[in-house]
């Protein structure tokens, strides 16, 4: 990986992880940002070597990614506003998932090089940023569908606050 893809990989980093802990509407429109990674991290050269073993670090990592967003979008405070839109909002567990995700991808990386010879490639974390953001949302859509609002509508449904909210999803 270039010292330019290290560069622009850390501050889309950055930006995704601000915006999970600033209150933000859930919105099926969201998933446009997975489709552009998921085009970033096919562009040539690929995400991964052509040989078993890349492929196979590949496909390992972007398991691992989705496993890591379901319990962190799990741990996100949930919530429909006065006119039923719901949001969310990352806390310090999410934070903790986070890091572990970004911990994870790190021991793919080194794992990869050290034992397999098989480097990091732009590709790869692009990929995982797509699924893991993919996972992450539609596990949110599925909460907030617990909670009575289709995700990306602005159906009423009786919550009124965050903690009448949480209440609700912890049944």
């Known amino acids: 990986?270039?010292?330019?893809?290290a560069a622009v990989t850390v501050v889309i980093l950055a930006f995704?992880?601000?915006r999970q802990?600033?209150?933000?509407?859930?919105?099926?429109?969201?998933?446009?940002?997975v489709v552009v990674l998921l085009v970033f991290g096919l562009l040539p050269p690929g995400p991964a070597a052509a040989t078993p073993t890349g492929i196979a670090l590949l496909v390992a990592s972007l398991a691992v990614s989705a496993a890591l967003a379901m319990p962190r979008a799990r741990s996100m405070r949930l919530w429909l506003d006065e006119h039923g839109t719901p949001w969310?909002?990352?806390?310090a567990r999410t934070l903790l998932w986070w890091l572990t995700a970004i911990a994870v991808r790190i021991g793919f990386a080194a794992g990869g090089q050290l034992a397999?010879?098989?480097?990091?490639?732009a590709g790869s974390l692009w990929l995982g940023l797509a699924m893991?953001?993919?996972?992450?949302q539609l596990v949110l859509a599925k909460r907030v569908r617990a909670l009575g609002s289709p995700a990306g509508t602005a159906e009423p449904s009786g919550i009124r606050s965050p903690g009448d909210a949480l209440a609700r999803v912890r049944r």
């Open 132 to 136: 893991t953001l993919g996972v992450q």
């Open 88 to 91: 969310r909002r990352g806390n």
């Open 1 to 5: 990986m270039t010292a330019i893809n």
């Open 21 to 33: 802990f600033v209150p933000r509407p859930v919105r099926a429109r969201r998933l446009i940002w």
């Open 16 to 18: 995704v992880l601000v």
């Open 116 to 121: 397999f010879g098989e480097p990091e490639r």
